[in-house]
T-cell receptor
């Protein structure tokens, strides 16, 4: 079964501390993985995708096929990073997104 | 604003009533998706269109749900005989031909069924 698991519903860290949001997936084909972010009162927006290998707003994520993981990392958290973060997997047949339940990230001052 | 728009933003209805939501995608995007999101969960795929063709429907989409995209531009999602379990945020997204995986989301329509 295709599934995305985000084990932490809530993650709270201090400003300046490293952040790691966990994402594990289950998929039989070659998945494409994404991280989406939703800031307070804003719409869902794409943060990054694994094929682009970019760093966006200081965040990076590496696809580990052996561990079926796509964890999101940032070395030094900032208060403006507080938001809901969703990991998603794209089906290679119709591009529908399969989503994790999300992790609420709170950056404490 | 050239982003995805949805109307209405909020809808409160009584059980048994019909409701219709509209989504206007980004103009050059050929794919349009509908998702449903309930509290504490990520979005769940409902259906998607490539141009005017509805290519896939989730089993979540019961016979009470119907979606159209008549001219390959805007789309409507209708729920007939609403039930309290239909209360959710309904999200629309669109993606361009060159990057079908890159989905841009609307603000959502929050449905409350009393």
């Amino acid at each position: 079964a295709q599934r995305v698991t985000q084990p932490e519903k809530l993650l709270s860290v201090f400003k300046g501390a490293p952040v790691e949001l966990k994402c594990n997936y289950s998929y039989s084909g070659s998945p494409e993985l994404f991280w989406y972010v939703q800031y307070s009162r804003q719409r869902l927006q794409l943060l990054l995708r694994h094929i682009s290998r970019e760093s966006i707003k200081g965040f990076t994520a590496d696809l580990n096929k052996g561990e079926t993981s796509f964890h999101l990392k940032k070395p030094f958290a900032q208060e403006e990073d507080s938001a809901m973060y969703y990991c998603a997997l794209s089906s290679d047949s119709n591009y529908q997104l399969i989503w994790g339940a999300g992790t609420k990230l709170i950056i404490k001052p | 604003d050239t982003g995805v728009s949805q109307d209405p933003r909020h809808k409160i209805t009584k059980r048994g009533q019909n409701v219709t939501f509209r989504c206007d995608p980004i103009s050059e995007h050929n794919r349009l998706y509908w998702y449903r999101q309930t509290l504490g969960q990520g979005p769940e795929f409902l259906t998607y269109f490539q141009n005017e063709a509805q290519l896939e429907k989730s089993r979540l989409l019961s016979d009470r749900f119907s979606a159209e995209r008549p001219k390959g531009s805007f789309s409507t999602l209708e729920i007939q005989r609403t039930e309290q379990g239909d209360s959710a945020m309904y999200l629309c997204a669109s993606s361009p031909r060159a990057a079908p995986n890159e989905q841009f989301f609307g603000p959502g329509t929050r449905l409350t069924v009393l």
